[in-house]
């Protein structure tokens, strides 16, 4: 058997250890929180930015793809007339 006062026992004290330790831990998380906010904030940035660019591709592609097709159809247009 063990001797009594050997074992387990809850004590009423807080130690000073445990707070500084606790406070530690808190404004790490509190750091790391931030830490996250930001780069949150600079990826939704960087995807605004990479969608304005493929916009702005998108509508030079239409534009040339138009301007392509009054090529081909103006083409068109001389064959059909040189062909009569």
Do not use: C, Y
């Not at 083409?75 to 059909?80: P, Q, S």
């Amino acid at each position: 058997m063990s001797e009594p006062g050997t074992g387990w026992k809850i004590d009423k004290h807080i130690s000073i250890g445990h707070i500084i330790t606790t406070l530690a831990v808190a404004v790490t998380a509190l750091f790391w929180l931030a830490n996250i906010d930001k780069r949150v904030e600079l990826n939704t940035l960087a995807i605004n930015t990479a969608n304005q660019r493929i916009d702005r591709a998108d509508t030079r592609q239409n534009e040339t793809l138009k301007q392509i097709l009054q090529r081909l159809e103006s083409i068109e247009t001389f064959l059909r007339k040189q062909n009569r």
